[in-house]
Each structure stands twice: as structure tokens, then as C-alpha cells.
């Protein structure tokens, strides 16, 4: 088993890395002190794109409603335009 400071290297590197201090944690803990730090940052990306794709699991609704909103706006422009 690593010691606490290789512990606390891999948590510096993956801040370094641009991973918040939360996810470095979490993930170390998880993971362990024998994983490489090139899995961890994997494992982080993953994550967060499988938050980023539940996240956006209503875009589809959201932009449906956008463009009947755009649709109205323009047609009403459109209108004015004309008879004016």
C-alpha cells in the first residue's frame, strides 16, 4: 500500500489537472492508491460526462418549446413588416 503523501501528490496532480478538489477526493478514495493517475482522470471524465448526458436528457423538450417561440416571433415580425 502507498503512503498518505503519494496520496496527496495524485490529489495535487489531478488539481492540476483541472479537476475540482471534490472529484479528486472521491475518486482516490475510491479507486484506491494503486490505480494510475492517467485511470483516475479517466474515471473523473467519465463521470462527468455521464452527468453532462443526464443533464440533457430534457434538451430536446426545451428546444422544442425554443423554436415554436422563435417561430411565433418571427411570424408576428413578419406580419407587422407586411403591413406596414
Do not use: W
Request: some cysteine.
Amino acid at each position: 500500500m502507498k503512503n498518505p503523501q503519494h496520496k496527496r501528490t495524485m490529489r495535487y496532480c489531478l488539481l492540476d489537472m483541472g479537476f475540482n478538489f471534490e472529484e479528486a477526493c472521491t475518486d482516490i478514495d475510491k479507486y484506491g492508491p494503486r490505480v494510475e493517475i492517467g485511470d483516475l482522470a479517466d474515471f473523473i471524465n467519465a463521470s462527468q460526462l455521464e452527468d453532462e448526458i443526464d443533464s440533457l436528457q430534457d434538451l430536446p423538450k426545451n428546444k422544442h418549446v425554443a423554436s415554436v417561440d422563435i417561430q411565433i416571433e418571427v411570424f408576428f415580425y413578419l406580419k407587422i413588416s407586411t403591413t406596414s
